[in-house]
């Protein structure tokens, strides 16, 4: 089983790039990002509360995200592994995905980090509201989530390097050159 986390601030292409990670590796996707959104769309207590975070910029708590993916992991007991795609986002989480894994007798074998300036960033995310209606990805609330990124989720990166598991990948170029950048370092993978 290989486990890879995808990590970038909103807007570095994850998910774009997740999509052709899962195809090429036949991994399971779990995307925070998406869980979240479909427990919004549903209505349910869970989203309602995410989704008042999400209008303002903030993350949702790490007890809801970890039961969230624990019970989509659920969903793919015979999978190849997984690509987790904006999670971990807090120490915490990554330490509780560490737990979650060795229950599952594997563990996370890599990180690979997109790094995009963030001025980059911003552009991609207001493009994205203008053609995807998104109204949480105003111009005040994207530059609120980069500083609960920097302050909270830049740490994991430490996390993984210390487990000598992190890769900075450029996420500046075509799709296809950040995507063999990605690849790269999969196919070197013990």
């Not at 960033?121 to 207001?126: A, I, S």
């Not at 105003?138 to 990124?149: H, L, M, S, W």
């Not at 992190?166 to 075509?174: A, D, L, N, Q, T």
Request: glycine share 6%.
């Amino acid at each position: 089983m290989m486990n890879i986390v995808l990590f970038g601030p909103p807007g570095s292409g994850k998910g774009t790039q997740s999509k052709r990670l899962q195809e090429k590796y036949h991994l399971s996707y779990i995307s925070t990002g998406d869980v979240i959104r479909e427990q919004i769309a549903k209505g349910t207590p869970l989203g309602l509360q995410v989704k008042n975070l999400s209008e303002q910029g903030i993350l949702a708590p790490d007890e809801l995200v970890i039961k969230l993916l624990e019970s989509k992991m659920d969903e793919s007991p015979d999978t190849k592994g997984f690509l987790f795609d904006g999670f971990p986002r807090t120490h915490a989480q990554a330490e509780a995905l560490d737990r979650l894994l060795d229950q599952r007798n594997t563990a996370v074998h890599t990180m690979l980090a997109l790094d995009v300036p963030q001025e980059e960033l911003l552009n991609r995310l207001l493009k994205r509201a203008e053609i995807e209606g998104r109204k949480d990805d105003t111009e005040e609330v994207i530059r609120k989530r980069f500083v609960e990124y920097e302050q909270k989720t830049m740490p994991v990166i430490d996390f993984y390097r210390k487990q000598e598991k992190y890769h900075r990948i450029e996420g500046v170029g075509s799709m296809e050159a950040i995507f063999q950048r990605l690849c790269q370092v999969i196919d070197t993978l013990p």
